[in-house]
């Protein structure tokens, strides 16, 4: 017993210094744990007769979504019909209805809130109507159509988009936003379809020896799966100070035309499917080709003029577009102040149609009928253009 | 440690070392001890035998050591020790009782016929009976049980004695305890591999007995696999807390120690999160849990201070254990009902926060004997993944989100024996548990907190053995950090698997000896997870034979089949999976075996990998989900297995020794596919409200991975005081992939292994016990969302350093058979982790106080 004093008396020290230490935190390899971010959370507030999940898309500040720019999402989130709009999913009363909503895992920085309601106008308008189509896989499926409510993040007083910034505390941890309002009003609902187009001009561009390549683009109506009906070309002179004069930025005595625009940007090559090139020389540095394109404006001032050669006080549908591609090849990291490239790099190239709702069209796209199939959409031939610059 | 230090703790270690007589492995001394005996007895030189008896029984009381002292108290003709040995022997209550006390009685009118003849004062003792210098012979029978009793007795003591020799292939080998009559057949459970025999309680005292190799008792020797046992002294000594801390001992073992409740076990490789390529038994009942894949280690109904040994099979068991024995078998043998104290009662407390309380009973009173136990602990983690109050991750589950582990236990276990051979058990047990569990793919850290339960039935009635149990699990399993904001997902689980067998041993001569055994089995599954598409229903059924056949007295050839009907297994509709084995042991001198063994084995696809539709969040993309699902055309895992082995052992040396070289053949390994694009018109998950970023599917892979290896592994107790032991394993796996690169198998398998022990026991109150395991390193092939893009998921290789576990114990009987204390030390081997996705495990100490009144 005597021999037992000591050892017992060491096991309780040895208890007492070690026994009542808590865990440390030490991350494992998995990348979340190595990283420091936070979250944006809120309530969507839908003042409207439409029904159908939101869709709220976080979107960095300085690289906004059309029209603004050409900006992508980082993330979304959904917030389901049931959720939102509870007991009154299944009739047309307007509102106003609340849900919370989170966007997880967000890096500090600088955002945007961007959303709608992606309706199922099925419901209440007859044929020809859309159901509850989004989906962010495809390009042609990824954007609202007519009838969707539009949303996001803004300032109740100016409805000024809202920038929300993620800072950081003083020991470098992200510090969440909370109580973010995202609105969604009847008063956005999408106007029209999406504007997709198609065209019958040659593939091929000779950069080397064309100065310019000319494409006539006609609205093509999609049935089925995607389901888009563009009415034609929504077509809008430039007013950027809004004073019902339109602007004539380059001074040729001629109204600018605002919208639709058209981005010309080259394809990553040997990859499946028609993905952006993000580093066409292989320099390792991103960035992003474009070749300088405009709409041919002398066709749409007619329609956009009235007959006494003055602005007509709408934006006006058209039937086609001429659109003009030059031989000049521009570094568009920064949209700002794109630069030109000596060359123009040969390959494949998109071409996209933006119009002033934010919504896009691009050729080619996945319904191509070599991709369409495998990923169970309709094939279309016309969906299959690209532009082959030699 | 500076040089005075070290000095100074050396002149310490060694002043114990020296102070007091010592004692090592006891079962090889304790072995040593009674060879040397039996062979001085042999000699006739009694006084020294039988003390050497004395000795070996002394540091591990065998029924059997009695037994031989009283023979050899017999046979030198003093009739008054051999009686009071013999009514020791009696006292440890053996089941041939009644025999050895019709001896009793006989001897006893013997001496007391000698005294009533005894001769005039000066004649010499013996002159007045036999030539031989041996006692009158008993007294003729005087009733017809008496002669009925003689005749029995005789007739087993010949049997013994014909089997003991048989064992050895030197008749004037120690023969004596052939003729023991001890304990060999009555069950404490009834199942050959559900902890009927003793590690010790064979025939020949002090042997290495198994019951997993051939699901009946035989000698380790015998068995037709690599077999490793841990005995209950190892367990005491080791230091470790945990049974897959135990686990580290065994050659080509896989131990990877996830969180302090939560490892993954495999056996000569492959293993992964989810380690489902072993089959977890205890006292034969399966503790596999069919809906994942796994052992929940931490949910096991038992604790070490209940088991009497582990038995480890390395090396395919589906021929007689049928789906997920594919790599080996790991049975945990409890003590029998009745055998031990009445009353045990330990506590241990240590770093971690770690409580532990444990409370054992055994009793007996007439036929049926009982074990009784209960038992609670807790113990925090090592290292926690995530901080409190972050802005981005929020713990789920577990209020506490440092606790590690935490579970109340109790168990009860009985066993009523009509007659000899013919005997009930029932055993039944409850387990509420709290721990960590690591899934596969893009999950990670997982709680759960689960209720186990058990209840089984044996029955042996002579050569017939009927068992049935009950497995039950239920609780929440689900992920215990998740994005604040993002969608949670289900956790509930519920698993009943009801299982009924039927086992019956006939031997008989045909050419030969033959052991046969016959087989059948039918379990079925049911499970309500809400990672699964519905609730789920299989029903499994099985019938084996294993023939043990002994050709000429040196070879015996086991040849064993087995065949399993799955539901699914030809591609969705029910299908067999048969597993032959054939091996050969030759053992042409004593103590040595050598064996050959070629095998099949298989594993059966999981509840999770045929019927899963699990939508898994991707993380920092609210509205997306990757979609894992099952697959109900998977083929089973295939291993087709060569191996050889020698075993050997050394008695006179304290000598063990286990040497395997083998090769396995695996395929169809069933794994996670890369990410599936959905065609768009599934891309929307109404159920969960997201859009399916693709999918991801249980898949057989079309590599074959070969992989060789050679494991030693040796015991040796040379001296009074000294044991030690030490394994080493070398592993390769290669596979048939065109870019070695891409074998994350490979790379996920280290390539050595190696153990050492040394343990020392003091005859009065000491002991020490340290050991240490290394692992070479590896290189983890894991899917991590991408940074730059969470949508996407790539493969990511993450190296992980070479480690050394080291676990060591020092204990003190404070007051003999009542109160003993013990210091231990875990993971002493410093910070490391044994997964990228692992605990930082620390070095933690636990004090120990174990009071058995």
């Not at chain 1, 709220?56 to 959904?78: C, E, H, I, K, Q």
């Not at chain 2, 310490?12 to 039996?38: I, K, S, V, W």
């Not at chain 2, 506590?347 to 009784?372: D, E, I, W």
């Not at chain 2, 910070?831 to 636990?846: D, L, S």
Request: glycine share 10%; with cysteine; aromatic share 8%.
């Amino acid at each position: 017993m005597k021999r037992a004093l000591p050892f017992l008396a060491f096991t309780l020290a040895s208890l007492l210094s070690g026994g009542c230490d808590a865990p440390d935190v030490v991350p494992t390899a998995d990348g979340r744990q190595n990283t420091r971010s936070a979250r944006i959370e809120g309530n969507l507030v839908v003042q409207s007769r439409a029904r159908g999940n939101a869709i709220v898309f976080l979107y960095d500040a300085a690289n906004p979504p059309p029209p603004a720019g050409s900006g992508r999402p980082l993330a979304f989130t959904v917030v389901t019909a049931e959720e939102l709009f509870g007991a009154s999913l299944g009739d047309t009363s307007p509102g106003p209805f609340t849900a919370p909503f989170a966007l997880s895992l967000v890096e500090p920085g600088r955002y945007l809130l961007r959303g709608f309601i992606d309706a199922d106008t099925c419901r209440s308008v007859p044929q020809p109507c859309h159901v509850s189509d989004f989906n962010p896989w495809y390009s042609v499926t990824a954007e609202p159509n007519a009838g969707d409510v539009g949303g996001g993040a803004v300032d109740p007083l100016t409805s000024a988009t809202r920038i929300l910034e993620i800072t950081t505390d003083a020991d470098g941890w992200p510090q969440p936003l909370t109580g973010v309002s995202v609105s969604f009003a009847d008063s956005a609902t999408v106007p029209f379809d999406r504007p997709a187009f198609q065209t019958a001009d040659p593939r091929e561009f000779a950069a080397s020896t064309t100065p310019t390549k000319l494409l006539t683009l006609t609205p093509q109506v999609l049935t089925g799966a995607v389901d888009q009906r563009p009415p034609g070309f929504w077509v809008q002179l430039a007013d950027a100070n809004k004073d019902g004069v339109p602007d004539d930025a380059n001074g040729d005595g001629k109204p600018d035309i605002a919208w639709p625009r058209v981005i010309v940007r080259k394809l990553a090559e040997g990859v499946p499917g028609y993905v952006d090139d993000t580093d066409h020389d292989r320099d390792g540095q991103p960035d992003a080709v474009v070749l300088a394109a405009g709409l041919v404006p002398d066709p749409l001032l007619v329609a956009l003029l009235d007959e006494q050669g003055k602005p007509r006080p709408q934006p006006v549908f058209v039937p086609q577009l001429l659109v003009a591609i030059r031989a000049q090849a521009l570094d568009a990291r920064d949209p700002a102040a794109p630069t030109p490239l000596a060359t123009v790099p040969p390959g494949r190239y998109s071409v996209t149609l933006l119009q002033s709702t934010g919504q896009t069209w691009r050729l080619p796209n996945e319904l191509d009928p070599a991709l369409a199939e495998a990923v169970g959409l309709p094939g279309v031939a016309s969906q299959a253009f690209v532009l082959e610059v030699r | 440690m500076n040089p005075p230090t070290a000095f100074r703790r050396g002149a310490l270690l060694a002043l114990c070392l020296c102070a007091t007589e010592a004692l090592a492995d006891a079962r090889l001394e304790a072995r040593r001890h009674f060879r040397n005996g039996m062979s001085l007895i042999e000699q006739k030189n009694f006084d020294e035998g039988i003390a050497e008896l004395e000795a070996a029984y002394a540091i591990k009381p065998h029924p059997s050591v009695l037994y031989n002292i009283a023979r050899a108290y017999q046979d030198a003709g003093r009739l008054d020790e051999a009686l009071d040995a013999y009514k020791r022997y009696l006292a440890s209550n053996p089941p041939d009782a009644t025999n050895v006390q019709a001896q009793v009685t006989r001897l006893e009118a013997t001496r007391q016929a000698a005294q009533a003849e005894a001769p005039e004062p000066g004649a010499q003792p013996g002159t007045a009976g036999s030539a031989t210098g041996l006692p009158m012979p008993p007294p003729p029978p005087t009733s017809i049980q008496a002669q009925q009793q003689l005749a029995t007795l005789m007739e087993r003591l010949e049997k013994a004695v014909a089997r003991a020799e048989s064992m050895s292939a030197q008749p004037q080998a120690p023969q004596q305890p052939a003729a023991t009559p001890g304990p060999t057949t009555v069950s404490s459970s009834g199942g050959g591999e559900s902890g009927d025999t003793s590690g010790d309680q064979g025939l020949v005292p002090y042997e290495e007995r198994v019951v997993t190799a051939s699901r009946r008792a035989q000698s380790s020797l015998e068995a037709p696999n690599a077999t490793t046992v841990i005995t209950a002294e190892d367990i005491r000594l080791s230091g470790a807390t945990t049974l897959p801390e135990l686990l580290r001992r065994v050659p080509g073992a896989d131990v990877m120690a996830m969180g302090v409740g939560s490892a993954n076990v495999s056996l000569r490789g492959f293993n992964q999160r989810l380690a489902n390529k072993v089959l977890v038994l205890v006292d034969g009942r399966t503790e596999y849990q069919d809906f994942l894949g796994l052992t929940v280690w931490a949910g096991l109904p038992i604790g070490l201070e209940e088991i009497d040994r582990i038995e480890v099979i390395r090396g395919p068991g589906s021929a007689l254990y049928g789906a997920n024995a594919m790599l080996g078998v790991i049975n945990i043998i409890t003590q029998a009902p009745g055998t031990g104290r009445r009353a045990r009662f330990g506590a241990m407390a240590g770093g971690g926060n770690t409580v532990q309380g444990s409370f054992v009973s055994h009793g007996q009173n007439g036929g049926l004997r009982y074990r009784a136990s209960a038992a609670y602990r807790q113990e925090d983690k090592w290292s926690r993944d995530y901080e409190s109050g972050r802005p981005d991750f929020a713990l789920q589950g577990p209020a506490d989100p440092d606790l590690g582990q935490r579970g109340a236990r109790a168990n009860l276990s009985t066993v009523y024996t009509f007659q000899e051979g013919q005997a009930i058990g029932v055993s039944g047990g409850v387990h509420r548990y709290l721990t960590e569990i690591y899934p596969l793919g893009l999950l990670r850290n997982y709680y759960i907190d689960g209720l186990g339960a058990y209840a089984k039935a044996d029955v042996e009635l002579g050569a017939v053995k009927l068992k049935a149990f009950w497995n039950h699990l239920s609780g929440d399993a689900g992920p215990q950090y998740e994005a604040i904001g993002q969608r949670s997902l289900g956790i509930q689980v519920a698993s009943n698997v009801f299982n009924g067998e039927a086992l019956y041993a006939r031997g008989f001569e045909l050419a030969g000896e033959h052991q046969v055994n016959i087989g059948v089995e039918g379990r079925l599954k049911r499970v309500a997870f809400t990672y699964l598409d519905d609730l789920r229903e299989e029903f499994h059924a099985a019938a084996f034979v294993q023939d043990d056949w002994r050709i000429v007295q040196p070879l015996r050839l086991i040849v064993s089949y087995r065949v399993d009907r799955h539901p699914l297994l030809d591609k969705g509709n029910p299908g067999i999976a048969q597993s032959p084995r054939l091996s050969a042991v030759f053992q042409p001198i004593e103590g040595h075996a050598f064996r050959a063994s070629v095998a099949t084995a298989f594993r059966e696809p999981t509840f999770l990998e045929s019927y899963t539709r699990l939508p898994v969040p991707v993380p920092g993309v609210n509205g997306v989900s990757l979609l894992t699902t099952g697959n109900r055309t998977l083929r089973p895992e295939r291993l087709n297995a060569l191996e050889l082995g020698w075993r050997g052992e050394s008695p006179r040396l304290g000598l063990d020794w286990d040497v395997a070289l083998y090769q396995n053949t695996v395929k169809d390994l069933i794994a996670l596919s890369p990410v599936q694009s959905l065609p768009a018109g599934e891309s929307y998950d109404s159920g969960t409200g997201s859009y399916l970023l693709g999918r991801s599917m249980f898949t057989n892979e079309a590599a074959i991975y070969t992989a060789r290896g050679v494991e030693a592994g040796i015991n040796v107790s040379p001296i009074d005081g000294l044991g030690v032991k030490a394994s080493a394993a070398y592993q390769h796996i290669s596979s048939d992939l065109p870019d070695e690169g891409q074998c994350g198998t490979c790379s996920q398998t280290p390539a050595f292994r190696l153990f050492g022990g040394v343990t020392y026991r003091t005859r009065t109150d000491l002991e020490f016990g340290i050991e240490a395991a290394f692992t070479t390193s590896t290189t983890w092939v894991e899917r991590e969302p991408s940074a730059s893009d969470p949508t996407r998921v790539d493969l990511i290789a993450n190296n992980l350093p070479a480690y050394t576990v080291v676990n060591a114990r020092v204990g003190y009987t404070v007051v003999k058979d009542f109160v003993s204390v013990a210091l231990q030390g875990s993971q002493l081997g410093g910070g490391h982790a044994e997964h990228p996705f692992g605990n930082r495990i620390e070095r933690r100490v636990f004090a120990n106080l174990t009071v058995t009144p």
